[in-house]
Each structure stands twice: as C-alpha cells, then as structure tokens.
C-alpha cells in the first residue's frame, strides 16, 4: 500500500482512454442504434399504417361486391319482370288476333250464306216461273209480272 | 521437498509486493513505478478501447446490418449506460456517458483479473526471472486514485465551468448555515467551508477506497485458499488428509469465483454510477 508514480500514469491513461471512447467509440456507436432505432419505429409506423390501408381496402371491396350483387339481383329481377309482361302481352295480342280472325271469319261466312240464299231464292223464283209457265203451257210475260215474282220471291 | 516449500507469510508478501523499479520504503514515493499495475491496465485499455472500437466502426460503416454477437452485446452495454446516465443527468454534457462506459468496462476488467488462478500469471513471470507480479490493477491504490482523482478533477472542473468561480466558491461557504447578517455569515462561512470540503474530498477517496479494499480482501481470500495446499503441514496427494485438504480448497475457491464475480460487477457498477452522480451534481445549481 503505498502511492508512486503509478498514480500520475494512471490518470494520464484513464485520460487518453476517456478521449479516445469519447471521439470514436461512444458517437460511433450510439448514433447507428438510434439511427436503427428511428428506422424500426419508421419500419413499425409504416407495417401498421399499411394494414390499416388493407383492412379499409378489404372493406371498400367487400362493399362495392355487396354493391354488385344487390344491382345484380334487381336487374335480374327486372329482367324477370319485363320478360313476364312480354309474354303476357304476347298472350293477349294472340287472343285479341285469334279472336278478330274468328269474327272476321264468322263475318265472311254470315255474307257468303246470305248472298248464296239470295241466289238461291232468285233461282227459286226463275224456277217457279218457269215451271209455272211449263203447266200453263204458255208464255208468262215475265215484264208483266215481275212485279208479282219478285214479291213471290221475297216471301221466300 | 519441505525446503521447496514456502513459508507462509513469504508466500503473503509475496503477492502482495508489485514489480517496481526500486523498492519502496515511505508511503509516498514519486519516482518509483508499479511497472505489473501500469502494464495490466494499459493492456486492458487497449483490450477494451480496441474491441469497441472495432465494433464501432463496423457499426458505422454498415448501419443497415442487422447486429450479432459481440456487436450486439457492445450495444447492450452501451445502451445500459446510456439509461443509467439518462436517468440521474439530464444536461448535454458529452462526456459524462462515454466516461460512465469507460469506467464500468475498464475497472471490470481490472477487477476479472482477479478470477485468473491466483498463481498463474505469477507463475509464469517467475519463469521468465520477474520476482513479483500482481495482475489486478485494482488491488493497487494507484490505480484506484488515479481513476477516482481524475473523476475528481472533471468535478471540480465542471463545477466551477457551470457555476464560475464564485459560484463554487459559495456553495462551499454559504450552505448549510446561513445568515443576514454580514458579520455572523463570516464564522458561519468558515465552518460551512470545513463541512463542505469533507464532503468534496470524502468522494474521490470514498470512491477509491471501496473499489480497493473489497478487491485487496476478495485477492487475498484466493491467496489463503491457495495456501490451503502450500503450507508445511499439507500431506500431499498420498494421503487422505492431503485429498481433503485439496478438494477442500477446489471448492471453496469455485465458491469465491462464483461470488467474486457479482463483487467485481458490483463494483465496478458502483464506481460508475456514483461518476455519473458527482458530475451531474457538479452540473446543479444549489
């Protein structure tokens, strides 16, 4: 236990050696770890922000494909509907057609009939009056009496 | 093989003598060096400045890597200290935290020294014709001072740097009694002064003295572990007595290590942040 030289030498190195990690230890060191440090919070701020983008992108999706298929199903729902009315006018067109022919027809064969019994009652007429004129064996004068056959032949 | 034998406070004084250049003889001598103390520590200066160093620069050059091994455990430590300084000072002075690393790595290694078996290294100088080594800086209280005194210095420096001269010079003399009166504050001032100076010195001493006398006490527990199986009373391996004598002392050594190495943590852990405490105080206004 004694004091020498030794004292003044170890302070001498002790102050070389603080210098020395306070020039290029200490700053060396320490400004890469907060450096890092600083990019991780940076790195940690950005993985963070990202999913919170992800999770709203998710979102926006999920409600544009809810979208999609609620406009799906109504212009699917319309298309039902307007193909049901379609049809359903088709229908009537047919019957309303189907009908008119049937009148018209009705119409057409109410005509032919009359104009046949109206030929067949002339016919009739003639035929009466010449079977007339056949038993009486002489010649009716068919001016004379067309007043009488044509009264005849409207009765019948 | 008895006389081969050393006596046992020969062997004591033995290890407690450093490689000087002269003997010395009074307490203070000026022109005598501890040639083992100055080796040691600049040996570890060089191991410990080098090392971080190298990891520095390497930490510079590439701050994109990801750290691994020692460069990560350098970090550890740097950053440890970095929290210890943050949490007593809050000024901007640069050096304080480099100083804190530096002094809780260098008194560290000074300090592991002592785990190394006891007679290793001596052994070996003796081979090589040195009669006396101690390898712990810190069992030399030249080394314990010079660390504390310079500490010392950068108080007083800051002291007087933040505060002036007057300003340092007031808080010796004008706390803790104070007075109104011009007259009274003179006798009071003196003994303030007295108060106060214990208390200035009473720190790099304080600061020294531990760092020494627990690593002086925990060397020379290895050394009377040793002796277990030196004295002229061991029977060698050929008896039952000398085995238990033997296995007595692997024990009980290994004890101390494992005990020794939480001291030497300790230690320098204490030196460190009572640093960082006196330089921060250094820093306040009272």
Known sequence: MHINLTLVIQMAVFAVLIWFTMKFVWPMLLGPMQERERRIAQGLAAAGKGEEELKQAREGAESILREARERAGVIVDQAQRSANEILEQARSTATQEGQRLVAAAQQQIGLDAARAKEQLRQQVGSIAVAAAAKLLEREIDARAHEALLNEFAAQL | MAAKQPQIGEYILHHLTFLTNKPQTSLVNFTVIDYDTVFFSVLLAVLFAGSFYLVARKSAAASNSVP???????????????SQVKDVYHGTNRLIAPLALTIFCWVYLFNFMDLLPVDLLPGVAGAVGLAHLKVVPSTDLNAAFGLSLTVFILMIYYSIKVKGLLGFLGELTLQPFRAKNIFVQIPLSIVNFVLESVTLIARPVSLALRLFGNLFAGEMIFVLLALLTLVHSYAGLESVSGWGMALMQAVLTFAWEVFHLLIIT???????????????MAHEHH
Do not use: C, H, N, P
């Open chain 2, 68 to 82: 691994r091994g020692f460069q990560s455990f350098v970090e550890m430590l740097v950053d440890w200290v970095d």
């Open chain 2, 266 to 280: 300790i230690q320098a852990f204490i030196f460190m942040v009572l640093t960082i405490v006196y330089l921060a």
